[in-house]
């Protein structure tokens, strides 16, 4: 079966459990169809544990879910729509407003997350027996740290929080994405390049990732924009918003700056300055096609999420190293958001909820685990046939499994909780007023 007959099935089973889902349940589609693939991947592998099912019957469906190369399928294919669509619709004033708080999650978050993760994993598997050396627990908390918008604005976004926590959870998302993907290649070069790394050279692959990123995209936005502009024909004008995160985006990884970041910062300026020049009809199709481009994506991603579990091995060091990485993503989270509200605090008022919803808002996805399998394989542990990698893609696919399943079926809570607050506090303003 060749790599377009496996999407093409899979979007097919992905779609009829949307339908389903859509008729008789009650879940967002997202964590519908993530929890439905689970729960066949569960029951495949139970199966071939059991003798049930054979190897070699077992066999098809994992040299399907091979063939896709998800790491491949996520990075370099299907990551610059999700974002690109996904930017279009930020509210730059909004955005304006929680520029510093954005910022600052995205960049000091981030690297506070990684580098707790990453110490606290290592003094935690010494201790217990599991010795890995530091670089590769900082590598996990560098794919780890950063929280997916894929997940974020597939979930939380449709859950429409207050306006405040709603444009910090979507633009730090956005942006730390890019952000986290520059630690974990700036990570991933020091620990597996040939060539000894130095502060310099560390700063400036950094600098030209990141800053390059961002600058790049202004550039594609800029760009775009006239085209779109001198461009008459509407259905023109929609095509040539797929040329942002299809050349765009491969330009971007040939020049070696950040494709995700680029991508951001194009759908930002395409969304919210070339829009204007659209009109009104034209902007309802953009919106349209992207939110069905979008949906599709995201369907065939979260199921992939879910199926590519009969791909893994298991041993019993997973299972002691997923239940350490749940909690302790879920502590490097929470402190991370809680000292960025200690600043916070100091300019502005915030609701009460922010903490709560930003930490258990903070998902994971896909993004975190194209990382992981990202990583080479062939590095031993000190367990016998457990491989460095497979460790390293267990955590991270029990911590996505965890987030998209429990976190974002349990948030909706909160974020009601969170708008009779702010409906309360208006409410005390006007009779004050």
């Known amino acids: 079966m060749s790599v377009y007959d496996t999407v093409c099935m899979i979007a097919a089973v992905a779609i009829i459990i949307s339908l389903i889902n859509h008729r008789f349940g009650r879940f967002q589609t997202t964590i519908a169809i993530t929890g439905w693939s689970v729960l066949i991947s569960a029951v495949l592998l139970t199966l071939s544990y059991t003798g049930l099912l054979s190897v070699g019957n077992e066999q098809p469906i994992v040299n399907m879910l091979n063939n896709i190369q998800f790491d491949d399928f996520l990075l370099k294919g299907v990551l610059g729509f999700l974002l690109f669509g996904g930017a279009l619709n930020i509210n730059l004033n909004h955005l304006k407003d929680q520029k510093f708080e954005i ?3 995205a960049l000091a978050g981030t690297l506070f997350s990684t580098f707790f993760i990453g110490g606290a994993l290592w003094f935690i598997f010494g201790e217990i027996g599991i010795n890995i050396d530091f670089i590769y627990c900082c590598l996990f908390g560098a794919l780890i740290s950063p929280t997916d918008p894929i997940a974020v604005l597939a979930i939380v976004k449709k859950m429409k929080a207050p306006q405040r926590i709603s444009t910090q959870i979507e633009g730090e998302s956005l942006f730390n994405d890019g952000v986290g993907l520059v630690v974990f290649v700036t990570i991933f070069q020091i620990a597996f390049s040939s060539d000894t790394p130095t502060i310099g050279g560390t700063i400036e692959l950094f600098a030209h990732e990141a800053i390059g990123g ?7 936005g800029a760009l775009f924009h006239f085209l779109i502009k001198t461009a008459h024909d509407s259905l023109m004008r929609i095509i040539l918003t797929m040329l942002v995160p299809t050349a765009g985006y491969v330009m971007a990884e040939h020049i070696g700056v950040s494709g995700p970041l680029a991508m951001v910062v194009a759908g930002i300026i395409v969304g919210n300055i070339t829009r204007t020049i659209m009109t009104e009809e034209e902007s309802f199709q953009l919106s349209h096609f992207w939110e069905l481009a979008d949906e599709f994506l995201n369907a065939i991603l979260f199921l992939l999420i879910g199926l590519i579990m009969v791909t893994f091995t298991f041993h019993r060091v997973d299972l002691v190293a997923v239940m350490i990485a749940i909690p302790l993503v879920l ?17 502005r008022s915030y609701n009460s909820e922010s903490v709560k919803i930003l930490t258990w808002g903070g998902l994971r996805g896909g993004l975190a685990l194209a990382m992981a399998m990202a990583i080479p394989s ?39 909780k969170a708008k009779k607050i702010d409906a309360q506090s208006a409410t005390t303003k006007e009779s004050h007023a």
């Open 331 to 347: 502590c490097g989270r929470f402190l991370s958001v809680r000292l960025s509200y200690v600043c916070f605090n100091r300019f």
């Open 103 to 105: 910022a600052f999650l």
């Open 378 to 416: 062939g590095i031993q542990t000190p367990f016998a046939h457990v491989e460095l990698k497979e460790i390293i893609v267990l955590m991270t696919y029990a911590v996505v499994l965890f987030s998209i399943i429990v976190q974002g079926s349990t948030i909706t809570p909160m974020i009601s």
């Open 214 to 220: 961002v600058l790049f995209g202004a550039v594609l």
